[in-house]
């Protein structure tokens, strides 16, 4: 990975988790799903990840054949994009999960896709003893340059100690972590983990923490180990709630970078701000119901926006549930603030053109 993406990734971005556009007969909706990518660069996003949790596991079942040619719409789309705006070419994240021999495969696939970075999901190990999981990172670091994924428990259906999280930052070839167990204890491990290796300036730390974003960006966390001192900042966030009103999300970040640079005292309103987001993100990601419809919460409000046609995902049984699409609606009519309908509007018959 070369100096250019390593520097973009240390100094923050915002970096949506992609989302598949797909027909009512479960094929890709080629012309909506580049128009996905084209709305997060023209939006200011700096990556984009693509085969996460987001995009939908289910595209990794071989059975599908869905990865590789959803790996190759984003990274030929974002090159077109680039070739067209002269923008920087955004850091490529390539979701990455499965058995060892599977997901060096995918880690393989993703390189010479164009992808500049592998996030690693370990769900499919879950139960495993920390010195398997630490050997498999090892072997998928060995093919491409690893960010660490902290999926929340109820998804993923495992923890991952601090014990895993010291052993982990010791691999050579990891660069970053996406932090996003929904737990402030689970996020101070793996904090404190980076602080005590030493490569506090190596790791990029990125917020997943979709019920926290704002705080998570503006808080300095502070350790004190065997009597120095090391502080830790998220860079910036690799967020499934990202995936909609992008536009926002730049904004947001851009204002928390100039407090950081600043050292301006962080306004009542931003904290306010923090609250409603979260409270978005409550009705989106269906929270009242264990997150079972996060999916489709993300695929509605791109819906409501024209960018999709439809919530349809691979899994017939994951939908919206019953009064969420209500929730969102009420958010986004009180709330209003938070969207980026105006920007959508004014750019997506561009986005659509062949």
Partial sequence: MN????????????????????????????????????????????????????????????????????????AETAREHVEKTHQRRPIMIAGILGQTTQAVKEARLARETGYHVGLLSLTALAGRPIEELIDHARSVAEVIPLMGFYLQQCISGMALPQAFWRRFVEIENV?????????????????????????????SLYTGNDDNIVLDLLTNYRFTLDGKTVNLRMAGGLLGQWACWTRKAVEILERVQHIRESGEPVPPELLTLAGQLTLANKAIFDADHSFAGCIPGILYVLKRQGILKNVHTLDPHEQLSPGQAEKIDRIILDHPHLTDDDFVRQNLSAWLSP
């Fill in 175 to 203: 660069v970053a972590i996406k932090i996003a167990p929904f737990s402030r204890y689970h996020t101070l491990d793996v904090l404190e983990a980076v602080a005590a290796s030493g490569r506090a300036g190596e790791i």
């Fill in 3 to 74: 100096n250019d993406i390593i520097n973009r990734l240390q100094a923050g971005c915002v970096i949506p988790a992609h989302p598949l556009a797909l027909e009512t007969n479960g094929r890709i909706d080629v012309p909506r799903q580049r128009a996905l990518t084209h709305y997060y660069l023209a939006a200011g996003a700096g990556g984009l990840a693509v085969g996460v949790h987001t995009t939908q596991f289910a595209i990794h079942d071989p059975k599908l054949g869905l990865l590789k040619p959803v790996l190759q719409l984003a």
